[in-house]
Protein backbone atom coordinates (compact mmCIF):
# COMPACT_ATOMS: atom_id res chain seq x y z
CA UNK A 1 0.00 0.00 0.00
CA UNK A 2 3.52 2.08 0.04
CA UNK A 3 2.48 3.52 3.50
CA UNK A 4 -0.92 4.72 2.42
CA UNK A 5 -2.48 3.23 5.71
CA UNK A 6 0.09 4.35 8.05
CA UNK A 7 0.05 7.69 6.61
CA UNK A 8 -3.99 7.88 7.44
CA UNK A 9 -4.13 6.51 11.16
CA UNK A 10 -1.37 4.90 13.91
CA UNK A 11 -1.81 1.42 14.72
CA UNK A 12 -3.23 2.85 18.48
CA UNK A 13 -6.12 4.49 17.16
CA UNK A 14 -6.98 1.43 14.06
CA UNK A 15 -6.42 -1.00 17.18
CA UNK A 16 -9.32 0.23 18.57
CA UNK A 17 -11.65 -0.65 15.37
CA UNK A 18 -12.80 -4.31 16.39
CA UNK A 19 -15.67 -6.89 15.64
CA UNK A 20 -18.57 -7.41 18.29
CA UNK A 21 -16.65 -10.79 18.96
CA UNK A 22 -13.50 -9.34 19.30
CA UNK A 23 -15.08 -6.94 21.08
CA UNK A 24 -16.54 -9.12 23.85
CA UNK A 25 -13.41 -11.39 24.29
CA UNK A 26 -11.71 -8.84 25.34
CA UNK A 27 -14.66 -6.98 28.11
CA UNK A 28 -15.65 -10.67 28.84
CA UNK A 29 -19.38 -11.25 29.63
CA UNK A 30 -21.64 -10.07 32.41
CA UNK A 31 -21.32 -9.92 35.32
CA UNK A 32 -17.93 -8.02 34.50
CA UNK A 33 -15.24 -6.43 37.30
CA UNK A 34 -15.10 -3.25 34.91
CA UNK A 35 -17.98 -1.60 33.50
CA UNK A 36 -18.84 -1.26 29.83
CA UNK A 37 -20.85 1.68 28.10
CA UNK A 38 -21.69 2.19 24.79
CA UNK A 39 -22.89 5.07 22.75
CA UNK A 40 -24.61 4.75 19.22
CA UNK A 41 -25.25 7.11 16.55
CA UNK A 42 -24.36 7.85 12.83
CA UNK A 43 -21.67 10.63 13.87
CA UNK A 44 -21.27 11.55 10.71
CA UNK A 45 -19.37 14.54 11.53
CA UNK A 46 -18.22 14.67 14.80
CA UNK A 47 -19.04 18.26 16.72
CA UNK A 48 -19.23 19.46 20.25
CA UNK A 49 -22.30 18.03 20.99
CA UNK A 50 -20.87 14.37 20.76
CA UNK A 51 -17.61 15.05 22.26
CA UNK A 52 -19.48 16.20 25.54
CA UNK A 53 -22.17 13.32 24.97
CA UNK A 54 -19.23 10.70 24.33
CA UNK A 55 -16.98 12.28 27.62
CA UNK A 56 -20.28 12.18 29.73
CA UNK A 57 -20.82 8.51 28.85
CA UNK A 58 -17.15 8.12 29.58
CA UNK A 59 -17.46 9.12 33.01
CA UNK A 60 -19.73 6.33 33.76
CA UNK A 61 -17.75 3.44 33.50
CA UNK A 62 -14.29 1.81 32.89
CA UNK A 63 -14.79 1.35 29.31
CA UNK A 64 -16.87 3.26 26.21
CA UNK A 65 -17.82 1.25 23.34
CA UNK A 66 -18.76 3.84 20.50
CA UNK A 67 -21.09 2.00 17.99
CA UNK A 68 -22.01 3.48 14.88
CA UNK A 69 -24.60 2.81 11.80
CA UNK A 70 -22.96 1.39 8.79
CA UNK A 71 -23.33 2.94 5.26
CA UNK A 72 -25.78 1.01 4.00
CA UNK A 73 -28.56 2.19 6.23
CA UNK A 74 -27.50 5.90 6.47
CA UNK A 75 -30.63 7.45 4.39
CA UNK A 76 -31.95 10.30 6.94
CA UNK A 77 -30.76 12.78 4.50
CA UNK A 78 -29.85 13.64 0.48
CA UNK A 79 -25.92 12.22 -0.53
CA UNK A 80 -25.46 11.07 3.09
CA UNK A 81 -23.63 9.70 4.84
CA UNK A 82 -21.05 12.60 3.63
CA UNK A 83 -18.29 10.65 5.74
CA UNK A 84 -18.00 6.96 4.66
CA UNK A 85 -17.96 4.20 7.74
CA UNK A 86 -14.94 3.59 8.54
CA UNK A 87 -13.66 7.15 8.12
CA UNK A 88 -15.76 8.06 10.49
CA UNK A 89 -14.85 4.57 12.90
CA UNK A 90 -11.14 6.17 12.56
CA UNK A 91 -12.43 9.61 13.88
CA UNK A 92 -14.24 8.29 17.14
CA UNK A 93 -11.14 6.00 17.98
CA UNK A 94 -8.85 8.54 17.03
CA UNK A 95 -10.28 10.17 20.61
CA UNK A 96 -8.45 9.33 23.59
CA UNK A 97 -11.45 8.52 26.10
CA UNK A 98 -12.96 5.83 22.97
CA UNK A 99 -11.79 2.77 23.97
CA UNK A 100 -13.19 0.56 21.69
CA UNK A 101 -15.44 1.20 17.82
CA UNK A 102 -17.78 -0.90 15.93
CA UNK A 103 -19.27 -0.57 12.68
CA UNK A 104 -22.70 -1.61 13.45
CA UNK A 105 -24.12 -3.48 10.44
CA UNK A 106 -27.79 -3.42 11.31
CA UNK A 107 -29.97 -0.86 10.72
CA UNK A 108 -30.83 -0.16 15.03
CA UNK A 109 -28.15 -1.20 17.67
CA UNK A 110 -30.55 -3.59 19.31
CA UNK A 111 -29.38 -6.71 17.92
CA UNK A 112 -25.42 -5.41 19.15
CA UNK A 113 -26.92 -4.25 22.41
CA UNK A 114 -28.28 -7.86 23.01
CA UNK A 115 -25.21 -9.70 21.84
CA UNK A 116 -22.67 -7.20 23.30
CA UNK A 117 -24.72 -6.68 26.90
CA UNK A 118 -23.12 -3.48 27.42
CA UNK A 119 -24.10 -2.36 31.52
CA UNK A 120 -24.91 0.67 30.10
CA UNK A 121 -26.47 2.21 26.93
CA UNK A 122 -25.86 6.55 26.55
CA UNK A 123 -28.55 8.10 24.94
CA UNK A 124 -28.65 11.86 24.04
CA UNK A 125 -30.89 14.21 26.77
CA UNK A 126 -33.20 14.68 23.39
CA UNK A 127 -34.58 10.85 23.53
CA UNK A 128 -35.92 11.81 27.02
CA UNK A 129 -37.54 15.25 26.59
CA UNK A 130 -41.65 14.99 26.87
CA UNK A 131 -42.78 11.09 26.02
CA UNK A 132 -40.25 8.10 25.82
CA UNK A 133 -39.19 7.43 21.90
CA UNK A 134 -40.37 4.33 20.42
CA UNK A 135 -37.52 3.36 19.48
CA UNK A 136 -35.49 3.78 22.88
CA UNK A 137 -37.95 2.12 24.38
CA UNK A 138 -37.36 -0.88 22.47
CA UNK A 139 -33.49 -0.28 23.41
CA UNK A 140 -34.62 -0.17 27.34
CA UNK A 141 -36.53 -3.20 27.05
CA UNK A 142 -33.84 -5.16 25.50
CA UNK A 143 -31.40 -3.57 28.04
CA UNK A 144 -33.65 -4.74 31.05
CA UNK A 145 -34.10 -8.07 29.48
CA UNK A 146 -30.03 -9.01 31.22
CA UNK A 147 -29.91 -6.36 33.41
CA UNK A 148 -28.48 -3.14 31.62
CA UNK A 149 -29.34 0.42 32.21
CA UNK A 150 -29.86 3.88 29.93
CA UNK A 151 -28.27 6.39 30.76
CA UNK A 152 -29.61 9.98 29.37
CA UNK A 153 -26.22 12.37 29.02
CA UNK A 154 -27.24 15.71 30.54
CA UNK A 155 -29.37 18.49 28.79
CA UNK A 156 -26.46 20.47 26.29
CA UNK A 157 -26.29 22.10 23.00
CA UNK A 158 -26.67 19.82 20.84
CA UNK A 159 -25.51 20.73 17.55
CA UNK A 160 -27.11 18.33 14.33
CA UNK A 161 -24.48 16.81 11.98
CA UNK A 162 -26.86 17.48 9.32
CA UNK A 163 -27.03 20.95 10.19
CA UNK A 164 -23.17 21.22 9.66
CA UNK A 165 -22.72 19.29 6.46
CA UNK A 166 -25.85 21.50 4.77
CA UNK A 167 -24.67 24.61 5.57
CA UNK A 168 -21.03 24.85 4.65
CA UNK A 169 -19.57 20.95 3.92
CA UNK A 170 -15.96 20.57 4.88
CA UNK A 171 -13.77 19.29 2.11
CA UNK A 172 -13.02 15.77 3.16
CA UNK A 173 -12.53 14.69 -0.88
CA UNK A 174 -8.78 13.05 -0.25
CA UNK A 175 -9.41 11.52 3.27
CA UNK A 176 -12.55 9.82 1.63
CA UNK A 177 -10.77 8.72 -1.37
CA UNK A 178 -7.56 7.51 0.89
CA UNK A 179 -10.22 5.46 3.02
CA UNK A 180 -11.95 3.75 -0.23
CA UNK A 181 -8.37 2.92 -1.43
CA UNK A 182 -7.04 1.80 1.83
CA UNK A 183 -10.00 -0.73 1.82
CA UNK A 184 -9.65 -2.20 -1.60
CA UNK A 185 -5.51 -2.26 -1.08
CA UNK A 186 -5.08 0.34 -3.55
CA UNK A 187 -2.58 2.44 -3.89
CA UNK A 188 -1.58 5.46 -6.13
CA UNK A 189 0.93 3.39 -7.62
CA UNK A 190 -1.67 0.89 -8.99
CA UNK A 191 -3.47 3.47 -9.98
CA UNK A 192 -0.71 4.81 -12.54
CA UNK A 193 -0.01 1.21 -13.90
CA UNK A 194 -3.86 0.96 -14.14
CA UNK A 195 -3.79 4.34 -16.42
CA UNK A 196 -0.97 2.40 -18.65
CA UNK A 197 -3.04 -0.74 -18.55
CA UNK A 198 -5.64 1.45 -20.85
CA UNK A 199 -3.48 1.10 -24.18
CA UNK A 200 -4.49 -1.24 -26.67
CA UNK A 201 -8.21 -1.97 -25.83
CA UNK A 202 -10.23 -2.01 -28.43
CA UNK A 203 -13.80 -0.42 -27.84
CA UNK A 204 -17.17 0.15 -30.83
CA UNK A 205 -19.21 3.08 -30.13
CA UNK A 206 -22.36 3.54 -31.22
CA UNK A 207 -24.50 6.72 -30.68
CA UNK A 208 -25.57 10.00 -32.07
CA UNK A 209 -23.13 12.48 -33.03
CA UNK A 210 -23.47 16.20 -32.00
CA UNK A 211 -21.22 19.29 -33.24
CA UNK A 212 -21.35 21.72 -30.63
CA UNK A 213 -20.73 25.40 -31.27
CA UNK A 214 -19.55 28.49 -29.51
CA UNK A 215 -19.83 32.07 -30.78
CA UNK A 216 -18.17 34.49 -28.57
CA UNK A 217 -19.11 38.40 -28.19
CA UNK A 218 -18.84 41.12 -26.52
CA UNK A 219 -22.00 42.91 -25.26
CA UNK A 220 -22.85 46.23 -27.19
CA UNK A 221 -26.36 46.97 -25.29
CA UNK A 222 -29.71 45.97 -26.16
CA UNK A 223 -32.29 47.96 -28.74
CA UNK A 224 -34.83 50.74 -27.49
CA UNK A 225 -37.77 49.23 -29.02
CA UNK A 226 -37.43 45.73 -28.24
CA UNK A 227 -35.97 43.74 -25.47
CA UNK A 228 -33.48 42.08 -27.66
CA UNK A 229 -29.46 41.54 -26.45
CA UNK A 230 -27.03 43.29 -29.15
CA UNK A 231 -23.06 41.86 -29.30
CA UNK A 232 -20.57 42.36 -31.47
CA UNK A 233 -19.08 39.03 -32.71
CA UNK A 234 -15.65 37.82 -31.96
CA UNK A 235 -15.19 34.08 -32.73
CA UNK A 236 -16.74 30.97 -33.37
CA UNK A 237 -15.54 27.67 -32.07
CA UNK A 238 -16.75 24.57 -33.46
CA UNK A 239 -16.44 21.04 -31.21
CA UNK A 240 -17.15 17.42 -32.02
CA UNK A 241 -19.34 16.50 -29.28
CA UNK A 242 -21.88 14.06 -28.23
CA UNK A 243 -20.63 10.11 -28.91
CA UNK A 244 -18.46 11.51 -31.40
CA UNK A 245 -16.22 12.70 -28.26
CA UNK A 246 -17.06 9.80 -26.53
CA UNK A 247 -14.79 8.20 -29.30
CA UNK A 248 -12.12 10.83 -29.13
CA UNK A 249 -11.90 10.61 -25.41
CA UNK A 250 -11.14 6.43 -26.22
CA UNK A 251 -8.93 6.88 -28.40
CA UNK A 252 -6.99 9.81 -26.84
CA UNK A 253 -6.99 7.10 -23.73
CA UNK A 254 -4.79 4.93 -26.01
CA UNK A 255 -7.81 1.95 -27.10
CA UNK A 256 -8.43 1.49 -30.72
CA UNK A 257 -11.78 2.76 -31.33
CA UNK A 258 -14.78 1.91 -34.40
CA UNK A 259 -17.61 4.49 -34.49
CA UNK A 260 -21.08 3.85 -36.07
CA UNK A 261 -23.12 7.05 -35.85
CA UNK A 262 -26.10 8.83 -37.99
CA UNK A 263 -25.35 12.12 -40.05
CA UNK A 264 -27.02 14.34 -42.81
CA UNK A 265 -25.71 15.49 -45.89
CA UNK A 266 -24.28 18.56 -44.45
CA UNK A 267 -21.27 20.34 -44.11
CA UNK A 268 -21.33 19.64 -40.45
CA UNK A 269 -20.94 15.55 -41.53
CA UNK A 270 -17.95 16.73 -43.34
CA UNK A 271 -16.06 18.58 -40.29
CA UNK A 272 -17.12 15.85 -38.09
CA UNK A 273 -15.22 13.00 -40.26
CA UNK A 274 -12.43 15.19 -40.88
CA UNK A 275 -12.00 16.04 -37.21
CA UNK A 276 -12.55 12.02 -36.28
CA UNK A 277 -10.05 10.97 -39.18
CA UNK A 278 -7.62 13.15 -37.69
CA UNK A 279 -7.86 12.00 -34.13
CA UNK A 280 -7.53 8.71 -35.23
CA UNK A 281 -11.39 6.88 -35.17
CA UNK A 282 -12.49 4.89 -37.62
CA UNK A 283 -15.91 6.19 -38.01
CA UNK A 284 -18.96 4.49 -39.76
CA UNK A 285 -20.87 6.90 -41.00
CA UNK A 286 -25.22 6.50 -41.60
CA UNK A 287 -25.81 9.34 -43.84
CA UNK A 288 -29.47 10.46 -43.99
CA UNK A 289 -30.31 12.69 -46.31
CA UNK A 290 -33.77 13.96 -44.67
CA UNK A 291 -31.93 15.36 -41.53
CA UNK A 292 -29.66 17.18 -40.67
CA UNK A 293 -26.26 16.95 -38.41
CA UNK A 294 -27.04 17.61 -34.92
CA UNK A 295 -25.79 21.39 -33.72
CA UNK A 296 -25.97 22.73 -30.54
CA UNK A 297 -24.92 26.19 -31.02
CA UNK A 298 -24.61 28.12 -27.20
CA UNK A 299 -23.72 32.27 -27.60
CA UNK A 300 -21.18 33.59 -24.69
CA UNK A 301 -20.79 36.87 -23.86
CA UNK A 302 -18.14 38.07 -20.71
CA UNK A 303 -18.32 34.83 -19.54
CA UNK A 304 -21.77 34.47 -19.60
CA UNK A 305 -24.25 31.75 -21.70
CA UNK A 306 -26.77 34.04 -23.27
CA UNK A 307 -28.95 31.71 -25.56
CA UNK A 308 -28.66 27.91 -26.86
CA UNK A 309 -30.22 26.88 -29.94
CA UNK A 310 -30.31 23.41 -31.37
CA UNK A 311 -30.57 22.20 -34.88
CA UNK A 312 -31.96 18.94 -34.04
CA UNK A 313 -34.85 16.28 -35.84
CA UNK A 314 -35.38 14.01 -32.86
CA UNK A 315 -37.42 11.42 -34.27
CA UNK A 316 -36.48 7.76 -34.11
CA UNK A 317 -34.41 6.54 -37.50
CA UNK A 318 -35.89 4.82 -40.21
CA UNK A 319 -36.39 0.59 -40.57
CA UNK A 320 -33.57 1.02 -43.21
CA UNK A 321 -31.08 3.08 -40.85
CA UNK A 322 -32.23 0.80 -38.52
CA UNK A 323 -30.49 -2.45 -40.15
CA UNK A 324 -27.55 -0.63 -41.16
CA UNK A 325 -27.21 -0.03 -37.40
CA UNK A 326 -27.82 -3.53 -36.86
CA UNK A 327 -25.51 -4.98 -39.20
CA UNK A 328 -22.87 -2.79 -38.05
CA UNK A 329 -23.27 -3.97 -34.35
CA UNK A 330 -23.39 -7.48 -35.33
CA UNK A 331 -20.05 -7.41 -36.58
CA UNK A 332 -18.50 -5.72 -33.53
CA UNK A 333 -15.29 -7.73 -32.53
CA UNK A 334 -13.70 -5.26 -30.26
CA UNK A 335 -13.17 -5.84 -26.42
CA UNK A 336 -16.53 -3.82 -25.74
CA UNK A 337 -18.98 -1.99 -27.22
CA UNK A 338 -20.39 1.77 -25.63
CA UNK A 339 -23.95 2.54 -26.11
CA UNK A 340 -23.79 6.59 -26.01
CA UNK A 341 -27.45 7.87 -25.89
CA UNK A 342 -28.17 11.07 -26.68
CA UNK A 343 -32.00 10.52 -27.42
CA UNK A 344 -31.21 12.22 -31.01
CA UNK A 345 -33.02 9.49 -33.31
CA UNK A 346 -30.71 6.44 -32.95
CA UNK A 347 -32.08 4.98 -29.77
CA UNK A 348 -35.55 4.79 -29.35
CA UNK A 349 -38.15 2.66 -27.40
CA UNK A 350 -38.30 1.03 -30.88
CA UNK A 351 -34.62 0.88 -31.78
CA UNK A 352 -33.26 -0.38 -28.27
CA UNK A 353 -34.51 -3.84 -28.92
CA UNK A 354 -33.04 -4.45 -32.40
CA UNK A 355 -29.49 -3.25 -31.20
CA UNK A 356 -29.32 -5.44 -27.94
CA UNK A 357 -30.25 -8.65 -30.01
CA UNK A 358 -27.68 -7.73 -32.52
CA UNK A 359 -24.64 -7.69 -29.93
CA UNK A 360 -22.40 -10.19 -30.10
CA UNK A 361 -22.70 -12.90 -27.07
CA UNK A 362 -19.54 -12.23 -24.61
CA UNK A 363 -19.34 -8.61 -25.56
CA UNK A 364 -18.49 -6.53 -22.80
CA UNK A 365 -21.33 -4.01 -23.02
CA UNK A 366 -21.56 -0.58 -21.83
CA UNK A 367 -24.75 2.24 -21.91
CA UNK A 368 -24.61 6.19 -21.14
CA UNK A 369 -27.14 8.09 -21.06
CA UNK A 370 -26.92 12.14 -21.02
CA UNK A 371 -29.80 13.95 -22.04
CA UNK A 372 -30.13 17.09 -21.24
CA UNK A 373 -33.18 18.54 -22.97
CA UNK A 374 -34.48 14.57 -23.98
CA UNK A 375 -36.02 12.18 -21.68
CA UNK A 376 -33.98 8.38 -22.61
CA UNK A 377 -34.59 5.21 -20.00
CA UNK A 378 -31.36 4.17 -19.16
CA UNK A 379 -33.17 0.83 -17.72
CA UNK A 380 -34.13 0.15 -21.78
CA UNK A 381 -30.48 -1.46 -21.96
CA UNK A 382 -30.73 -4.27 -19.33
CA UNK A 383 -28.32 -6.43 -18.24
CA UNK A 384 -25.24 -4.76 -19.14
CA UNK A 385 -21.54 -4.48 -17.85
CA UNK A 386 -21.69 -0.91 -16.53
CA UNK A 387 -24.17 2.08 -16.61
CA UNK A 388 -23.05 5.59 -16.36
CA UNK A 389 -27.01 7.71 -15.73
CA UNK A 390 -26.76 10.95 -14.00
CA UNK A 391 -29.32 11.79 -11.00
CA UNK A 392 -31.69 13.14 -13.41
CA UNK A 393 -32.09 10.32 -15.19
CA UNK A 394 -32.20 7.98 -12.53
CA UNK A 395 -35.49 9.69 -11.12
CA UNK A 396 -37.11 9.74 -14.68
CA UNK A 397 -36.33 6.16 -15.61
CA UNK A 398 -37.35 5.35 -11.90
CA UNK A 399 -40.18 7.56 -11.91
CA UNK A 400 -39.07 7.94 -8.44
CA UNK A 401 -38.42 12.37 -7.35
CA UNK A 402 -38.63 12.03 -3.55
CA UNK A 403 -35.85 8.96 -2.56
CA UNK A 404 -32.15 10.02 -1.24
CA UNK A 405 -29.71 9.23 -3.34
CA UNK A 406 -28.15 5.97 -2.46
CA UNK A 407 -31.85 3.96 -2.39
CA UNK A 408 -32.53 5.69 -5.72
CA UNK A 409 -29.05 4.45 -6.91
CA UNK A 410 -29.41 0.77 -5.25
CA UNK A 411 -33.43 0.57 -7.00
CA UNK A 412 -31.53 1.65 -10.39
CA UNK A 413 -28.97 -1.15 -10.21
CA UNK A 414 -31.93 -3.89 -9.05
CA UNK A 415 -34.60 -2.43 -12.24
CA UNK A 416 -30.80 -2.02 -14.71
CA UNK A 417 -30.24 -6.00 -13.80
CA UNK A 418 -26.33 -4.86 -14.75
CA UNK A 419 -23.27 -5.85 -13.30
CA UNK A 420 -22.18 -2.14 -12.61
CA UNK A 421 -23.38 0.93 -11.82
CA UNK A 422 -21.93 4.50 -11.70
CA UNK A 423 -24.46 7.35 -11.22
CA UNK A 424 -23.21 10.93 -11.72
CA UNK A 425 -24.08 13.28 -9.07
CA UNK A 426 -22.72 16.43 -10.88
CA UNK A 427 -20.87 18.36 -8.24
CA UNK A 428 -20.91 16.08 -5.08
CA UNK A 429 -19.48 13.26 -7.46
CA UNK A 430 -20.26 9.79 -8.30
CA UNK A 431 -22.19 6.78 -6.09
CA UNK A 432 -21.20 3.17 -7.62
CA UNK A 433 -22.81 0.08 -6.68
CA UNK A 434 -21.48 -3.73 -7.37
CA UNK A 435 -23.66 -5.54 -5.15
CA UNK A 436 -27.25 -5.75 -4.34
CA UNK A 437 -26.81 -6.74 -1.02
CA UNK A 438 -27.73 -4.58 2.04
CA UNK A 439 -25.25 -6.78 4.68
CA UNK A 440 -22.17 -6.18 2.47
CA UNK A 441 -20.67 -3.21 3.50
CA UNK A 442 -18.84 -2.73 0.00
CA UNK A 443 -21.85 -2.86 -1.92
CA UNK A 444 -21.66 0.57 -2.97
CA UNK A 445 -18.97 3.46 -2.59
CA UNK A 446 -18.96 6.93 -3.23
CA UNK A 447 -16.33 9.42 -5.12
CA UNK A 448 -15.95 12.62 -4.29
CA UNK A 449 -16.05 15.13 -7.39
CA UNK A 450 -11.99 16.05 -8.18
CA UNK A 451 -12.47 19.37 -10.19
CA UNK A 452 -10.45 22.35 -8.85
CA UNK A 453 -12.04 25.30 -10.77
CA UNK A 454 -15.12 24.42 -12.81
CA UNK A 455 -15.37 26.24 -16.38
CA UNK A 456 -17.56 23.65 -18.35
CA UNK A 457 -19.30 20.26 -16.91
CA UNK A 458 -20.56 20.06 -20.53
CA UNK A 459 -18.78 16.82 -21.44
CA UNK A 460 -17.78 15.77 -18.32
CA UNK A 461 -19.83 12.54 -18.77
CA UNK A 462 -18.33 11.81 -21.83
CA UNK A 463 -14.64 11.76 -20.46
CA UNK A 464 -15.60 9.33 -17.21
CA UNK A 465 -17.59 7.20 -19.70
CA UNK A 466 -14.16 6.41 -21.71
CA UNK A 467 -11.93 6.22 -18.82
CA UNK A 468 -14.56 4.29 -17.04
CA UNK A 469 -14.83 1.73 -19.55
CA UNK A 470 -11.01 1.20 -20.44
CA UNK A 471 -10.37 0.52 -16.63
CA UNK A 472 -13.08 -1.45 -15.92
CA UNK A 473 -12.68 -4.08 -19.08
CA UNK A 474 -8.65 -4.09 -18.38
CA UNK A 475 -8.16 -4.04 -14.33
CA UNK A 476 -11.78 -5.42 -13.62
CA UNK A 477 -12.05 -2.96 -10.68
CA UNK A 478 -14.92 -0.95 -10.22
CA UNK A 479 -13.31 1.30 -7.78
CA UNK A 480 -10.40 1.65 -10.14
CA UNK A 481 -12.88 2.49 -12.59
CA UNK A 482 -14.71 4.71 -10.89
CA UNK A 483 -11.39 6.68 -9.30
CA UNK A 484 -9.83 7.12 -13.34
CA UNK A 485 -13.37 8.09 -14.81
CA UNK A 486 -14.22 10.73 -11.89
CA UNK A 487 -10.41 12.07 -12.56
CA UNK A 488 -11.30 12.06 -16.07
CA UNK A 489 -14.21 13.84 -15.77
CA UNK A 490 -12.44 16.90 -13.04
CA UNK A 491 -9.83 17.60 -16.11
CA UNK A 492 -13.13 18.01 -18.61
CA UNK A 493 -14.65 20.22 -16.84
CA UNK A 494 -11.63 22.42 -16.30
CA UNK A 495 -11.49 24.01 -19.90
CA UNK A 496 -14.66 25.11 -22.43
CA UNK A 497 -15.44 22.85 -25.20
CA UNK A 498 -14.89 19.04 -26.13
CA UNK A 499 -11.36 18.73 -25.92
CA UNK A 500 -10.22 14.88 -25.09
CA UNK A 501 -8.93 14.06 -22.03
CA UNK A 502 -5.10 12.44 -22.50
CA UNK A 503 -3.41 10.12 -19.89
CA UNK A 504 -1.11 12.18 -19.12
CA UNK A 505 -3.81 14.82 -17.72
CA UNK A 506 -4.85 11.91 -15.73
CA UNK A 507 -1.84 10.99 -13.97
CA UNK A 508 -1.31 14.77 -13.25
CA UNK A 509 -4.04 14.90 -11.14
CA UNK A 510 -3.17 11.21 -9.71
CA UNK A 511 0.22 13.00 -8.46
CA UNK A 512 -1.34 16.07 -6.76
CA UNK A 513 -3.72 13.84 -5.00
CA UNK A 514 -0.73 11.89 -3.98
CA UNK A 515 0.75 14.78 -2.21
CA UNK A 516 -2.67 15.83 -0.94
CA UNK A 517 -3.15 12.38 1.02
CA UNK A 518 0.37 12.71 2.39
CA UNK A 519 -0.74 15.47 3.81
CA UNK A 520 -3.21 14.52 5.65
Known sequence: MSGLNEIMYSELVKNKLKSRDELVQIIGNRPRQKKVIMCHGTFDIVHPGHIRHLAFAKSKADFLVASLTSDAH???????????????????ASLEF??????????TPLDNIKFIQPDYFAKGYEYVAGSLHPKTAEEVEVLAAYGGEIIFTPGDVVYSSSSFIESNPPNITSDKLATLMVAEEIDFNILRSSVEMLQGCSVHVVGDTIVDSYTYGTMIGGMTKTPTISIKFEKQVDFVGGAAVVSKHLKSAGARVRFTTLMGDDDLKDFVLRDLEKSGVECNCI??????????????????????VDRVQNNPIIDKT??????????????AIVFSDFRHGVFSHQTIPTMLESIPN???????????????????????????????????????QDSVVRPLALKLYQKANCKYLIMKLGERGIISYRSVSTEDPRAFFTVDSFVEKLVDPVGAGDALLAYATLALLTTKSIVIASIL???????????YG??????????????????????L
Open 74 to 92: VSKANYRPYVPEYLRAMNL
Open 98 to 107: VDFVIIDQNP
Open 287 to 308: VDKNRPTTQKHSYFSNGYNLLK
Open 322 to 335: LDEFAASISKTNED
Open 362 to 400: ETFRVADSQVASRWGNITEFQGFDLITPNERETRFALGD
Open 485 to 495: GSLAASVACES
Open 498 to 519: NTPVSPGDVLKRIDILEKRVKY
